[in-house]
């Protein structure tokens, strides 16, 4: 069972890869594509439909949009995941089920659950859809997350570090600022990149509490209407691109701290 | 520092040091929990007494009945969004649950170690596509002139191009497709934790390869299945995007249902009543896999 045999085990892996990345594959190699359509045969390759994104206003505001969004949303999400973990990892409660519960919550139920809450209460209240709500939504969504990552990584032998810190003297907020805070820094980047791929390809609650700010999976949205176009599949390689580096980073930064 | 004095300085921790430095750690964990209580469990319980209420001239009539789910289970229009939604994520979970456990059972057993993790990052790697851009990709894939018709007809197979998209079957064959590489590793990190040693005592007492994997292997990995088919469930019934993409108008489900009530209809007592109906539907999944859902256990 130690090598690798060809068999038909291996043969069903390599068919179910190929089914795997069909659509990528499709995706990718058609944006490098120099006719109008995402279309067989394949011709190029050419950049025109990436130079054609540089030069989309409404694209760029977009993305822009949606950067600032996911920047943004992920700091908060990031923030009060951590406060929650410190919380919970410091201060033994009787409470503690209770609020894990609670904070893990939004987990249960779909994005279109949070975002439909959020749209009727606001409706109700006489609030105007904005990003700045859909930012809201998604510190909700990412709060678990944030929360799950963050005191996975606030082990005892930490706690023992900020032990040490306050029979040195220092008082709690000195321990969390220079000694907490540096130590859970992997911890923290990986949740902020986790929360940022996820709020960043986020559909259904941007597309009920926003207007005229449209974010770019809902421009995108609104593009496919008229059709496949080799734009979509340029616009989509690059919110791949840009989501396989997040990842990447939060996986390469949670190895190091676990090894470390 | 010995363990004694380890143990003491975390008693310390707790009760000698009340007055200056607790507080912030008693404090921490309120921000985020009013948050969540702000814009999750208060807009959820408005968005059920909502649900009670119905639409009046120029607003929301809040008189309390029940009219709003009476029509989700009498209008067919509005129970087909439902039943509809059931059946494609029940069909999907299934589909998923035997297509990825195999691809799991053959990463865990007949791959060599050092690939492994290699092969199961590629695996999950397309998952890190926006899901609204992967639907998309399989309609270009799918579509009358799309790499499979082509195909197809170059091989002399077909004479007529297939008609895919805008289909059930391409809305299940998006989801099947995300919910592969889910499943691969939820199933996969339950096959690694069976120690070999169950195996081994299986065939030294007789046990055939088959019988092994049926009595054995099988009912151990039930936890990475069962974990693994709820958030597909979960997710599948919940989602928008991909039937709206792939499965085209030609039949609802149930989040397209409450999309055209808030767009088209303008019915926000409707369109949250049809939510909660949503929600009822998963914690009904819940409770029926609930035995099952030891998360920590994976």
Redesign the interface.
């Known amino acids: ?4 045999k060809p068999d038909l ?2 043969l ?2 390599v068919l ?2 190929v ?6 594959v ?2 990718v190699m ?1 944006s490098f594509t120099s006719r109008d ?4 045969p394949f011709e190029g390759p050419s950049l025109k439909w990436y130079a054609r994104i540089l030069s989309d206003q409404r694209m760029l505001q977009a993305m822009v949009n949606s950067i600032l969004l996911a920047g943004i949303s992920s700091l908060v999400a990031t923030f ?2 951590f ?2 973990a ?3 990892a ?3 409660t009787r409470w503690d089920g209770l ?1 894990r519960y ?2 893990m ?2 987990i ?7 975002g ?6 606001f ?2 209240l006489g609030l105007p859809k904005s990003l700045w709500v859909v930012g ?2 998604h ?2 969504l990412n ?1 678990p997350i944030c ?1 799950a990552i963050i005191l996975a990584g606030m082990g005892d032998h930490q ?2 570090i900020e ?1 040490a810190a ?2 040195l003297g220092a ?3 000195q ?2 600022l220079f000694v907490t805070l540096p130590v859970m820094r992997p911890s923290l980047f990986a949740a902020f990149c986790l929360s940022f ?1 996820f709020s960043w ?1 986020e ?2 609650i941007a597309f ?1 509490l926003t207007r005229f700010e449209v974010t770019l ?1 809902v421009l ?2 609104e593009m ?1 209407r008229a059709g ?1 176009n080799p734009l ?2 340029a ?2 390689s690059l ?2 691109l840009i ?2 580096c997040l ?1 990447l980073a939060a ?1 390469v930064l949670t190895m190091r701290q676990r090894r470390g | 520092m010995t363990a004694n004095a380890t143990q003491e300085g975390r008693a310390a921790q707790f009760e000698l040091l009340p007055g200056k430095g607790l507080t912030l750690v008693r404090l921490a964990v309120w921000p985020p929990l009013a948050w969540i209580g702000a814009f999750f469990f208060i807009p959820i319980g408005f968005m059920l007494a909502i649900s009670t209420w119905t639409r009046a001239r120029g607003g929301l009539d809040p008189a309390w009945t029940l009219d709003n789910y009476e029509k989700i289970l009498t209008r067919s229009y509005l129970l087909e969004g439902l039943t509809n939604s059931i059946e494609v994520a029940l069909i999907t979970t299934a589909i998923s649950v035997i297509v990825a456990y195999p691809i799991a059972y053959v990463l865990a057993y007949r791959v060599p170690i050092k690939w492994q993790r290699v092969l199961l990052i590629l695996a999950i790697l397309p998952f890190w596509t926006s899901y609204l851009v992967r639907s998309y990709a399989w309609t270009v894939v799918l579509g009358d002139l799309g790499i499979v018709n082509v195909l197809l007809s170059q091989l002399g197979l077909i004479s007529e191009p297939l008609i895919l998209n805008y289909t059930r079957a391409a809305t299940v064959l998006g989801f099947v497709h995300f919910f592969v590489m889910l499943l691969t590793l939820t199933i996969y990190a339950n096959l690694v934790q069976i120690s070999p040693l169950y195996r081994h005592a299986a065939a030294d007492l007789g046990a055939s390869g088959f019988q092994c994997f049926w009595r054995i292997t099988l009912p151990l990995s039930l936890p990475g299945i069962m974990v693994g088919a709820f958030l597909t469930f979960v997710v599948c019934i919940g989602d928008y995007i991909t039937p709206q993409i792939l499965g085209g108008g030609n039949e609802l489900l149930l989040p397209q249902s409450i999309i055209i009530q808030i767009q088209r209809t303008g019915d926000l007592p409707m369109a949250a009543a049809m939510s909660v109906v949503l929600m009822l539907t998963v914690t009904c999944a819940y409770f029926l896999t609930a035995r099952w859902l030891r998360l920590d256990r994976l």
């Open positions: 069972m130690k090598k690798l085990g291996i069903y892996l179910a890869y089914f795997i990345f069909l659509p990528v499709v995706l058609f359509l995402p279309l067989p009060l995941g406060l929650g410190y919380g919970v410091r201060h033994k609020i609670a904070m919550a939004p249960t139920v779909s994005y279109l659950i949070i439909m809450g959020l749209l009727v209460s409706h109700a809201i939504g510190v909700v709060l929360f706690r023992n032990q306050h029979d008082s709690d907020l321990a969390l791929t390809d559909f259904i009920l999976p995108l949205f496919l496949s979509l599949n616009a989509g919110v791949f989501s396989i990842v996986v």
